[in-house]
């Protein structure tokens, strides 16, 4: 973006309460968090689906603590997301009075459907970040390799149950992959298919022979093939 000094962002999804126990893949998710230097916390404020942002707000700082007081303590910038949705101004204005209570001042409107915000936000991150010194963040030989018998991995089988094509896939990617998302929550789904697409899994079953309506299955989970 013009007029900033460039840095680097990682996107971390699917941090769920538990996540400093382990639940999901809670732990691998707040190991990358830790070489940040600056949390954006990205809120639904839409209240769309009957959840309460403030809630959620501090339920996700609540695993942040847990693991670290000092992840915990890190500076933040709260992004009330989903802004295009919200039925009533005043929704907006109690979340960030009751988040301004509570220690955090930058709290910024916006929706990532509409870019509403967006740009004010990347620059007051950019602007945060200038004055936080840059510390070099040790990486264990550990996290730069990923030794073979530990990586990841999926094979794809097709099976007929009832006449019916069912395209069924397997391996530690599955496990994985399942266990970091909620299949009753539309993001964490859309995250889900993005992770198969980025994989290559979605182009594989195409070249497989798969059409519209064919199933695809991860373990006990299935869904209906759409291109």
Do not use: C
């Not at 000092?70 to 009075?97: C, G, H, T």
């Not at 519209?212 to 759409?226: A, H, I, P």
């Amino acid at each position: 973006m013009p007029g900033i000094q460039p840095f680097v962002m990682a996107d971390i999804p699917g941090i769920i309460e538990g996540a400093a126990e382990g639940v999901g893949l809670g732990l691998d998710f707040l190991r990358h968090i830790e070489r940040t230097r600056l949390l954006i916390h990205v809120v639904d404020i839409s209240g769309i689906e009957g959840r309460d942002p403030v809630e959620d707000f501090i339920k996700i700082n609540e695993e942040l603590k847990k693991y670290s007081v000092k992840l915990w303590d890190r500076p933040q910038i709260i992004a009330a997301n989903k802004s295009d949705m919200l039925y009533d101004e005043e929704v907006f204005i109690n979340f960030k009075n009751k988040l301004k209570e509570m220690g955090y001042e930058k709290v910024y409107k916006i929706s990532a459907a509409t870019n509403e915000g967006v740009e004010a936000l990347i620059k007051e991150a950019a602007e945060v970040l200038s004055t936080i010194p840059v510390t070099d963040l040790e990486i264990s030989e550990e996290e730069k390799f990923v030794p073979e018998e530990k990586k990841f991995t999926y094979a794809i089988s097709v099976l007929e149950e009832d006449g019916l094509k069912i395209y069924s896939i397997e391996g530690s990617f599955v496990d994985r992959l399942l266990m970091a998302v909620n299949i009753n929550d539309p993001d964490s789904l859309k995250y889900f298919h993005k992770v198969l697409k980025n994989k290559g899994i979605l182009d594989e079953l195409v070249e497989m022979g798969i059409e519209d309506g064919d199933t695809v299955r991860l373990n006990d989970f299935e869904f209906e093939f759409m291109r």
